[in-house]
């Protein structure tokens, strides 16, 4: 059984950042490719990034050039760096890994 622990989310600003962890509680982590998505209300929960296990990257359109998506394997987390957060990108964000999602930490972009 893996457990994954996501941080980091908050109210800020438009053109603000956040930066996003997902601690894994085994280092089977290493194995698995890792992902976040997110869930606005009333909307179906979307992909925003994977990474791969060697460490590739995918990113959806609507967050290329502003969000990153990064892994520390050695200490079982992935992060998701979020630059020029706009107020579409409120939601919840969940971090993924093969069957595990951890619980969800609120993003709210807002003035």
């Known amino acids: 059984q893996v457990q994954l622990v996501e941080s980091g989310g908050g109210l800020v600003q438009p053109g603000g950042s956040l930066r996003l962890s997902c601690a894994a509680s085994?280092?089977?982590?290493?194995?698995?490719?890792m992902a976040w998505y997110r869930q606005a209300p009333g909307n179906q929960r979307e992909l925003v990034a994977t990474?791969?296990?060697?460490?590739?990257?995918l990113y959806a359109d609507s967050v290329k050039g502003r969000f990153t998506i990064s892994r520390d394997n050695t200490n079982s987390t992935v992060y998701l760096q979020m630059n020029t957060l706009k107020p579409d990108d409120t939601a919840v964000y969940y971090c993924?890994?093969?069957?595990?999602w951890g619980q969800g930490t609120q993003v709210t972009v807002s003035s």
């Open positions: 993924n890994g093969d069957q595990w």
């Open positions: 085994s280092n089977i982590f290493i194995f698995y490719n």
């Open positions: 990474i791969t296990k060697g460490g590739s990257t």
